[in-house]
């Protein structure tokens, strides 16, 4: 969290309380960013503000073989996990500042849970918002109780106007960074599910461009049991993370992929901090395709009935796409962090992971245009028990013999074995059939 136009203290190099391991000099170069008291201090602060979300045995477990517990922080009240941090940056404000407010200058869930969490400490709180943001963002900013003002027409317009009517009214003026009170607050879910998930072997968090939830419950888990594997993932489109971790520093001019689709899982806006923690103390960083998160957000709404959005799943995709082998037959929590997904782009994540998946496909051939053909169809999709979705008749622009028709046609099977079956019968009765590809 960086703050502005107030100086930023940082916690002091004071030796932290570590059982002698293999971990304790990594553990003590990073104690002036943050330290395990720190986390606590945050988690008794903040318990009665956010929710303690269950973490609870998914039926995905026989699946993938491992035992996994999702950890759900979607379920917090603006429906990210970014409200442990805000609540714990709020509170720990001077009271003359919070009488001034506090101004913040985008649509991510950051703001969201900074407009709720303001509005309920009964701090004067107000959202810059571009115009080009969703009127769905808009109207939920206002309803958590935010002075929600439009200007611009990019982010960068936004944050400007922010910054000077911060300074002008002695508002404070916040983005999301990584400063010590924001890494605690997010650090305190690394301490809930250590405590509702015994023996633990791995946790997989989201990483991409914010990874203070990744660095700070690192911090915790490894204080706790440094024994626990700590996995981040991002997505392989803007693997910036891993990139940084390599160069030894934030990577600037990286592009990235500012789709609303990702979320906070893209962007550059981690600092050295974060940076630092997680070179330190994570196991392991993967990255993984966007078909992978796709399936991964498909996998929660079928076992989970749990709507959530890219930076969410993307926990559960590295394990979807088989890029953590050796935890096989391990008990493994991954953090669902966030489920702020609009409806028009959730059906189109939806209908994108059903083709993906083998599913619902799509397929077309040519039949007599006469009595009895259509049903002759129609007879071998119900045998094969397939659920027909739509169907479509082309006559006028056939490049085929005379009257005949091109039937397109998209089905729902079971799966892709079933998938497979329909294919081979439908072959064997019309060799011609065109299986449209994903």
């Not at 995905?60 to 996990?81: A, C, H, N, R, W």
């Not at 990577?251 to 906070?264: M, P, S």
């Not at 059903?354 to 119900?382: H, Q, W, Y």
Request: net charge neutral; charged share 20%.
């Amino acid at each position: 969290m960086k703050i502005v136009s107030r100086n930023e203290e940082l916690l002091t190099d004071t030796r932290s309380r570590i059982p002698q391991s293999s971990s304790t000099t990594i553990l003590s170069s990073c104690n002036k960013l943050i330290r395990f008291e720190d986390i606590s201090a945050a988690a008794f602060k903040i318990q009665c503000g956010v929710q303690k979300t269950p973490c609870m045995y998914s039926r995905l477990s026989k699946q993938y073989g491992m035992d996994i517990y999702l950890k759900k922080e979607f379920l917090q009240y603006t429906g990210s996990v970014k409200e442990r941090g805000v609540l714990y940056l709020l509170t720990s404000l001077p009271q003359d500042q919070q009488r001034k407010g506090v101004i913040v200058a985008s649509d991510s869930n950051f703001s969201m849970a900074v407009a709720y969490h303001a509005s309920e400490l009964r701090i004067p709180v107000f959202v810059i918002m571009s115009t080009s943001t969703s009127p769905v963002r808009v109207k939920m900013c206002r309803e958590y109780g935010a002075m929600v003002i439009s200007y611009g027409t990019t982010a960068k317009d936004s944050q400007i106007h922010a910054r000077r009517l911060a300074q002008e009214n002695g508002y404070l003026y916040l983005e999301e960074e990584d400063s010590a009170v924001y890494l605690s607050g997010l650090g305190t879910v690394g301490l809930e599910v250590y405590e509702q998930v015994p023996k633990l072997d791995a946790v997989i968090f989201p990483a991409g461009g914010h990874c203070g939830l990744l660095a700070g419950s690192a911090a915790t888990l490894k204080y706790l049991n440094p024994r626990i594997s700590v996995i981040g993932v991002e997505s392989e489109s803007f693997p910036v993370l891993q990139q940084s971790l390599k160069a030894g520093h934030p990577a600037e001019d990286q592009a990235c992929n500012n789709h609303h689709f990702y979320g906070d899982v893209s962007g550059v806006c981690f600092g050295s901090n974060s940076l630092q923690l997680t070179g330190k103390l994570v196991d392991k960083v993967v990255a993984v395709r966007e078909e992978d998160i796709l399936i991964s957000m498909l996998r929660l709404l079928e076992y989970e009935r749990a709507t959530v959005d890219a930076e969410g799943a993307i926990g559960l995709a590295a394990l979807v796409a088989g890029k953590l082998p050796e935890l096989k037959g391990k008990r493994v929590a991954v953090v669902i962090c966030s489920g702020n997904l609009e409806l028009h782009l959730l059906q189109q994540c939806i209908a994108r992971a059903l083709t993906l998946d083998n599913t619902v496909c799509r397929f077309s051939l040519v039949i007599s245009d006469c009595p009895g053909d259509m049903s002759k169809l129609l007879e071998i999709l119900a045998r094969e028990e397939a659920r027909v979705l739509d169907i479509k008749q082309e006559r006028t622009f056939v490049t085929s013999e005379l009257f005949t028709v091109e039937v397109i046609c998209t089905v729902e099977t079971r799966d892709k074995i079933h998938t497979a079956q329909l294919r081979n019968a439908l072959l064997e009765r019309y060799p011609t059939t065109t299986w449209t590809q994903r």
